[in-house]
């Protein structure tokens, strides 16, 4: 099967990852990495067995996480707004999380549907952590999923290479064609 699309084509700089467990959300994701700050997936971070945690509370704007413990050495799942995106990894670095995955939570805003350029907010700041944007409502999903089976966490594989993997065999979210 080839549609004229190529693997090429969809990954465009982009970063993939595999949500291992809970079986229910075993697809591979993508993510925009950050534009212009932090480390990089498959350097700074990488692992076959990693953690995403929902951050508590989600807009991460503060390091005074509610699960502070869970967060330290592994992926942080935080939602855009109320303050920058390096905030936000700088506040996860800060207790110890090895990673950042902003996603938004608005169903409402124009941009819902769109993977998020985030970029540095010209502070004297920075981070060591890699930073991707998550789809909406691949984060939506996520979260609500986790939480309606009372999960603390995912397993994820990060970063995943689909260089040689033919387009119509990557095991996308159903909700979310690429």
Same mark, same amino acid.
């Given at each position: 099967?080839?549609? =004229? /699309?190529?693997? %090429?084509?969809?990954?465009?700089?982009d /970063?993939?990852?595999?949500?291992?467990? &809970?079986?229910?959300?075993?697809?591979?994701?993508?993510?925009?990495? #950050?534009?212009?700050?932090?480390?990089?997936? $498959?350097?700074?971070y990488?692992? &076959? %067995?990693?953690?995403?945690?929902? !951050? *508590?509370?989600?807009? !991460?704007? +503060? +390091?005074?996480?509610?699960? #502070?413990?869970?967060?330290?050495?592994?992926i !942080?799942?935080?939602?855009? $707004?109320?303050? +920058?995106?390096?905030?936000?990894?700088?506040?996860?670095?800060?207790? =110890?999380?090895?990673?950042?995955? /902003?996603?938004?939570?608005?169903?409402?805003?124009?941009?819902?549907?769109?993977?998020?350029?985030?970029?540095?907010?010209?502070?004297?700041r920075?981070?060591?952590?890699? #930073?991707?944007?998550?789809?909406?409502?691949?984060?939506?999903? *996520?979260? %609500?999923?986790l939480?309606?089976?009372?999960?603390?966490? #995912?397993?994820?594989?990060?970063?995943?290479?689909?260089t040689?993997?033919? &387009?119509?065999?990557?095991? %996308?979210?159903?909700?979310?064609?690429?």
């Open positions: 099967m080839n549609d =004229g /699309v190529r693997t %090429q084509d969809i990954i465009a700089g /970063v993939f990852f595999e949500i291992l467990e &809970p079986s229910a959300l075993e697809y591979t994701y993508r993510l925009r990495p #950050a534009k212009d700050f932090g480390g990089t997936f $498959g350097i700074s990488k692992s &076959p %067995q990693g953690k995403l945690v929902p !951050a *508590i509370p989600a807009d !991460a704007c +503060s +390091s005074m996480f509610e699960n #502070a413990d869970e967060l330290d050495g592994n !942080a799942l935080v939602e855009r $707004g109320h303050c +920058s995106f390096l905030t936000k990894a700088i506040n996860v670095e800060a207790i =110890g999380g090895a990673a950042i995955i /902003v996603t938004e939570y608005d169903t409402e805003i124009d941009d819902f549907d769109y993977y998020i350029e985030m970029v540095h907010d010209n502070s004297d920075d981070t060591e952590i890699p #930073a991707g944007f998550l789809h909406g409502k691949n984060g939506i999903i *996520i979260r %609500q999923t939480k309606k089976m009372n999960l603390p966490y #995912a397993i994820v594989n990060i970063p995943v290479n689909l040689f993997i033919q &387009p119509h065999m990557i095991n %996308q979210p159903p909700w979310l064609p690429w």
